[in-house]
């Protein structure tokens, strides 16, 4: 089998578990040098070694991405680990949701934070080295970055501006050939959903998600290895992918 991502390197954020996980794998699989990174370092290990075993070269890296510093050394770890940086996947996020009416706002920073910042924080860190080997920005959005719901007030505002920042990131860098891609996956079988603090919101949305035959996180890294295993001069710049079951 061909390995299209032969010879190039990929930091994939929020690696230790679901879509981040399931993403490293599949770009390791097509022959990329991997940088896991993620604060829960003893799964990256079991992942590091897991794909060790399969022959693939890995540098498992704890990163905290709301932590701008954190961020540019993770950058500089892969670069020097591995002589360069080709993909960047921000994956990384947090969905904590509820309503605007008696919120605990430390959530809402918690987002801001990590979907929004981490974001920007690690493109910016990326973004010369990207430019250097005309590579690509993969976001990790969510349909929640195009359909605003009761209750996902915040939550929808980290997607729709990581959306928007992605959009403006493209019109400034894709003449100078790097790619920008957004996936934005609807209801997907992972523990994202577990850390929500509004007891009513969680029980909603696990209601919901119950309700459906929901996207796998191996689905949602079909679509990133699809993105990014295309020819230089095809960018594909978004991709929206929802189990079949969900209506909006």
């Keep these: 089998m061909t390995k299209h991502l032969q010879g190039k390197v990929a930091l994939v954020t929020g690696a230790s578990s679901g879509i981040g996980e399931a993403t490293a794998v599949a770009l390791a699989r097509e022959g990329a040098a991997v940088v896991i990174a993620a604060r829960r370092v003893e799964r990256l290990k079991a992942l590091e070694d897991r794909l060790v075993e399969d022959g693939a070269r890995v540098l498992s890296v704890e990163l905290d991405v709301t932590d701008e510093a954190a961020c540019r050394d993770a950058v500089a770890q892969a670069v020097e680990a591995f002589g360069g940086l080709d993909v960047l996947v921000?994956?990384?996020g947090v969905m904590l949701l509820?309503?605007?009416?008696?919120?605990d706002t430390t959530d809402w920073t918690r987002m801001v934070s990590t979907n929004l910042l981490g974001?920007?924080?690690l493109t910016h860190a990326a973004l010369p080295h990207l430019l250097a080997s005309k590579g690509a920005v993969v976001q990790v959005s969510s349909t929640a970055g195009r359909v605003v719901r009761s209750g996902t007030a915040v939550y929808n505002a980290t997607k729709f501006g990581l959306n928007a920042f992605s959009?403006?990131?493209r019109q400034e860098v894709t003449q100078r050939?790097?790619?920008?891609?957004?996936v934005?996956?609807?209801?997907?079988?992972t523990e994202l959903r577990e850390h929500i603090t509004n007891q009513a919101a969680k029980d909603g949305i696990t209601r919901l998600a119950d309700s459906m035959r929901q996207l796998q996180p191996d689905d949602v890294?079909?679509?990133?290895?699809y993105a990014v295993t295309q020819p230089d001069h095809v960018a594909v710049n978004e991709i929206?992918?929802?189990p079949t079951d969900q209506p909006w």
Excluded: Q
Aim: glycine residues 14%; hydrophobic residues 50%.
């Design 90 to 92: 921000n994956n990384a």
């Design 98 to 103: 509820g309503p605007v009416e008696g919120a």
């Design 119 to 121: 974001v920007m924080f």
């Design 167 to 169: 959009e403006s990131l």
């Design 177 to 182: 050939g790097v790619r920008v891609v957004v």
């Design 184 to 189: 934005e996956p609807g209801i997907v079988e």
């Design 221 to 225: 890294a079909g679509a990133v290895r």
């Design 240 to 242: 929206l992918v929802r």
